[in-house]
């Protein structure tokens, strides 16, 4: 389950790192810990997984609902950003979110 959640955080860094470049930004301006609302939402991983004594189950919920949480995002921008160029890029990156998510998803099904 390690290498999942290392393989979905690799992700979110690539993706970040070509939106920064999308919009012309540097690499050093973007936070590496992400958004406020990321670093919240691993902190609730944190703290509900020693709450459930490591339950890897829990620790995949709140994963899958955070893919979830981004995937919202990602579709409220594709509505704003119709027609840009920026749009097969983010739809790209949706896929990926969605695919990360089944792949949790998938995980928890087997600990179940």
Known sequence: MR???LSVADKRRVARDELAGMLGTSHESIPEGGTALGKVHR???DIR???????EEVVLIEA???ERT???EYEDVLKKTMGSPANATLHAQLEGVKSSRKTLESLKELSD
């Open 64 to 66: 899958i609902r955070g």
């Open 49 to 55: 997984g020693s709450l459930n004594g490591g339950n």
């Open 43 to 45: 902190w609730w991983l």
């Open 3 to 5: 290498e999942a959640f």
């Open 70 to 72: 981004i995937e919202d």
